[in-house]
């Protein structure tokens, strides 16, 4: 075990070094910034963001590095910060992902579910991507949006990417995703935000399978274009060939709701042309799928397409699966409260996206080390799993080299939390008052 959790670190330090021997390439200006010796080298400056808690800046760096008497200060930190360009966080992120990455299969399919999230900033009307004016006496603000694609089985964010709330196309940022994507078979889990025939499409020529939830029958969406079973829950094959070409002949298929359907210039599609001469013959593209409708409980109901066979995948199944996608869910949580995406020490939107980065890096290393700590099993009438508040504390500390393995396992494998499944009572709500932590900003 306590190998096994030097390897994690030992690869998290391999990404590292790895960004520092091409340091060139995630610089401004590669001729001059980190060539000369200062307090705060291009590894350094990349070890504090990783390490960052919620706490003041100055609190940070002090924290970093031991309340030495030459810690750098707030001001020369964000100087040297300020250095890094774009890429250098995300391209860590990939380099930890690849050193980390292993295939956990269900079915033979890795489970990958996406979805997205806002995070508030510090309000800057000079980010056009990012800045909201505020309507009916509301303050002004600054959103920037999350999107990712997570391992539902290793517990790992696998891709991310960052850009302004104005800016948001979450359905063509999972295109991409999937298009350069280097796993070779998977199954993606999405909720209603990722309904689109692209989208469908892109997974499809990949070689993928989807599980996606579309708006229900009695609204707009999928499903209200197509000539469904008057029932309550159906499981029904849909043989759809989709043109973005418009003539008298496809208005007369497309009456066949089932199997043609014209997709107009509004709604991207990348796998037809988008520009059509007057003689040219009318082109198709098959996109065979199932949708299914199945029963929540006696009143509600959820509507999915898929392309994963019945045989295989009954609705019951769909039904298990789709229900695994809250895993993402629980991770966003965590990542916001408890990892600290919630608080920045920076203004600008290249700066808070080095740190939403790191968070996500951090999320993923503390992950990988908690998953393998054995929770000694007792006669309690819950199962338990290792408290991910307390464990991503004792993996910062590992990380900084303040303990070692064998109290990193056995500090996480005390502090557990009791997992209680299937729980339907109703919460409870208290309406409070948003808390900022905006005033730690330096």
């Not at 991507?129 to 290793?154: E, I, K, R």
């Not at 040219?280 to 959820?302: G, M």
Request: proline share 4%.
């Amino acid at each position: 075990m306590s190998n096994h959790i030097q390897i994690i670190k030992e690869k998290l330090d391999a990404a590292i070094s790895q960004l520092c021997d091409t340091s060139w390439m995630f610089v401004k200006d590669p001729a001059r910034n980190f060539t000369r010796e200062r307090k705060l080298p291009f590894r350094e400056v990349v070890s504090v963001l990783l390490a960052m808690e919620g706490g003041s800046l100055t609190g940070e760096l002090l924290r970093y590095f031991g309340c030495r008497q030459h810690t750098a200060s707030g001001s020369a930190f964000i100087q040297q910060r300020q250095k890094l360009n774009e890429f250098a966080f995300p391209a860590l992120f990939d380099l930890f992902v690849k050193n980390t990455d292993k295939d956990c299969f269900y079915k033979g399919y890795r489970l990958l579910a996406a979805d997205g999230s806002d995070i508030q900033i510090p309000t800057d009307a000079n980010c056009a991507d990012s800045y909201f004016p505020g309507f009916n006496g509301q303050a002004p603000y600054s959103l920037l949006h999350l999107d990712a694609v997570y391992d539902l089985l290793q517990h790992t964010y696998l891709d991310a990417s960052v850009c302004g709330r104005r800016k948001w196309n979450e359905k063509g940022v999972l295109c991409n995703m999937v298009d350069r994507s280097n796993i070779a078979k998977a199954l993606i889990i999405a909720d209603r935000g990722y309904e689109s025939y692209n989208l469908m499409a892109h997974i499809q020529e990949k070689g993928w399978k989807y599980l996606i939830r579309v708006k229900d029958i009695h609204s707009s969406g999928i499903a209200a274009g197509l000539d469904l079973p008057d029932s309550d829950v159906f499981d029904m094959d849909i043989d759809l060939n989709v043109t973005t070409r418009q003539t008298k002949e496809v208005k007369m298929l497309c009456q066949n709701r089932n199997h043609y359907r014209f997709i107009p210039h509004s709604n991207p599609f990348d796998f037809l042309p988008r520009e059509h001469r007057k003689h040219d013959p009318v082109v198709f593209y098959s996109l065979p799928f199932r949708i299914v409708r199945f029963a929540l409980s006696d009143s509600a109901y959820e509507t999915v397409v898929t392309n994963l066979s019945a045989e295989e995948f009954p609705p019951e199944e769909l039904k298990r699966l789709y229900g695994m996608r809250w895993g993402i869910e629980t991770s966003f949580r965590e990542l916001k409260y408890t990892v600290g995406l919630l608080h920045f020490h920076a203004k600008k939107v290249e700066n808070i996206t080095q740190e939403i980065f790191a968070r996500l890096i951090m999320y993923n290393f503390a992950e990988l080390i908690t998953s393998h700590v054995v929770i000694q099993k007792s006669n309690r009438k819950y199962p338990y799993k290792a408290n991910f508040s307390v464990a991503i504390q004792v993996c910062r500390q590992f990380l900084l080299g303040n303990i070692s393995p064998p109290d990193v396992e056995a500090t996480i494998s005390r502090n557990v939390s009791v997992t209680r499944t299937g729980r339907s009572n109703p919460r409870n709500m208290v309406v409070k008052h948003a808390v900022s932590f905006l005033y730690r900003v330096a």
